[in-house]
Nanobody
């Protein structure tokens, strides 16, 4: 089992920045993928960004150029730097991890962007 603990959410004005962190513990040897999803009220959960243990990244179209995912393998931690935030970025952000699919999920952290 893998446990994921997110931190860094909060309230920010449009145009501002936030950085989310997610620390993994437990059977971390099995983790290749780490990433972030988000879910806004009334909408489906969507991929924000993902990163492999080798550093390959992918992003959702709506965040490309504004968000950056990074990873510290020594600390088993993944980060999401969010810049130029928009009200439509408001959602609960979930950390996810797994070997080849996202099998493990965090509890989520709320990000609210005010206009």
């Amino acid at each position: 089992q893998v446990q994921l603990v997110e931190s860094g959410g909060g309230l920010v004005q449009a145009g501002g920045s936030l950085r989310l962190s997610c620390a993994a513990s437990g059977s971390i040897f099995s983790i290749n993928l780490m990433g972030w999803y988000r879910q806004a009220p009334g909408k489906q959960r969507e991929l924000v960004a993902g990163i492999t243990s080798g550093g390959s990244t992918n992003y959702g179209d709506s965040v490309k150029g504004r968000f950056t995912i990074s990873r510290d393998n020594a600390k088993n931690t993944v980060y999401l730097q969010m810049n130029s935030l928009k009200p439509e970025d408001t959602a609960v952000y979930y950390c996810a991890a797994g070997a080849y699919e996202y099998d493990y999920w965090g509890q989520g952290t709320q990000v609210t962007v005010s206009s």
